[in-house]
């Protein structure tokens, strides 16, 4: 097996991904796929890394985890807030900026 | 896995992996890629994150065959450790039961959507595929020769510390955000001396009638009500005149709403 199979299978997993964000309502669902996006991102950049022989792609991947942690946090927070205002956790219903 | 095992002989180029690591991949990439379709496709939000887990797990299993046992680690730690319970935290938080709204807002949106990912997997595999099918991986086994961990600390507190250090700021950024966000002022509760005072300048000093009197007044000025609903002339006062005071008396809303 060629280790570039690897970039095959996360560009399906990024496809997948991508197609989750664009098919599902539900607001934290959305969100699991744009984590599952950058899992595959990671992926890539893991198998980079080795192909190339040097750990930048590693680094690289370290910092979109914490890049990631960070993001999920405030996320799942305006998520909460949007609840709480609007009794819902769907992306269709919050379509204004107030109320 | 498989690398790892040649790590005496000096690190040589490869273009072909090991026959475990091969079955490693064909048996976990298939359970990945199912996972992940899964997470998709499933009506339920908490399934959805088990299976976005199952997903987590393979990818950390393959960080772990490519020579990335750190990654692997904070793969299974951060991700599905961490991140994952606080999806589930905030699924309970907002409900389970919060179900799929099935409403197209833009129709035809799920289908074009499909039908792109396929285009999209279908544009980035077949080429893809076919430029990079004989790579030559110079593998990791020299660069991790005293250690994955000990390497990644070296450049990242040499080369990425400034990426390093900016991060930390980001990470506070992103603690107060998430704070500001989601924490509710809560208006502090009246005490019971309060909630006196106010009854007593109110509206209401004494209770309120209890339920079941349907009676709109209780002053000696209302008339009293015969049987049929009638008022009974007896019951009403003749001492001021009539077109003096307003006291004409008014009948009750609700009469016979006994």
């Known amino acids: 097996m060629n280790p570039s199979n690897y970039l095959l299978l996360s560009a399906l997993l990024f496809t997948v991904g991508a197609v989750g964000v664009l098919v599902r309502r539900n607001a934290i669902v959305v969100f699991m796929c744009v984590e599952l996006m950058l899992n595959a991102v990671n992926l890539t950049l893991v198998t980079f890394s080795r192909i190339r022989g040097t750990l930048d792609g590693q680094i690289i991947a370290f910092f979109v985890m914490v890049v990631a942690a960070a993001e999920v946090v405030v996320g799942l927070a305006i998520i909460v807030t949007i609840f709480r205002t609007r009794q819902s956790a769907s992306v269709d219903d919050a379509n204004l900026l107030k109320y | ?258």
Not at chain 2, 10 to 19: G, P
Not at chain 2, 74 to 92: D, E, K, P
Not at chain 2, 148 to 171: C, G, K, P
């Open chain 2, 1 to 258: 896995m498989g690398v790892s095992a040649s790590s005496t002989v000096l690190a040589a180029a490869f273009t072909q992996t090991s026959n475990g690591e091969a079955v490693a991949f064909w048996i976990l990439g298939p359970i990945a890629l199912a996972a992940a379709l899964l997470m998709v496709i499933s009506k339920s939000a908490v399934h959805s994150a088990l299976w976005l887990v199952l997903t987590m797990f393979c990818l950390a299993a393959f960080y772990f065959i490519q020579d990335a046992p750190f990654l692997g680690v904070v793969q299974i730690i951060v991700y599905t450790g961490a991140i994952m319970v606080l999806f589930l935290f905030v699924l309970m938080l907002v409900g389970v039961d919060s179900s799929e709204s099935l409403v197209e807002t833009l129709r035809g949106q799920r289908v074009t959507a499909i039908l792109l990912g396929i285009g999209f997997a279908g544009l980035l595999v077949f080429p893809l595929g076919a430029a990079v099918s004989h790579t030559t991986a110079q593998g990791l086994t020299d660069v991790n020769a005293e250690g994955n961990v000990q390497a990644i600390a070296r450049l990242l507190f040499t080369n990425y510390v400034w990426a390093f250090e900016v991060t930390s700021a980001l990470l506070i950024v992103a603690a107060v955000g998430a704070m500001v966000l989601a924490h509710r002022e809560r208006a502090a509760r009246p005490t019971q001396r309060e909630l006196s005072i106010a009854r007593i300048r109110g509206a209401h000093p004494s209770p309120l009638p209890g339920p079941g009197i349907v009676a709109h007044h209780d002053s000696v000025d209302t008339p009293a009500l015969l049987p049929d609903g009638s008022i009974a002339e007896l019951s009403l006062s003749r001492t001021p005149p009539a077109d003096e005071g307003g006291t004409t008396p008014e009948l009750p809303q609700n009469v016979g709403g006994r």
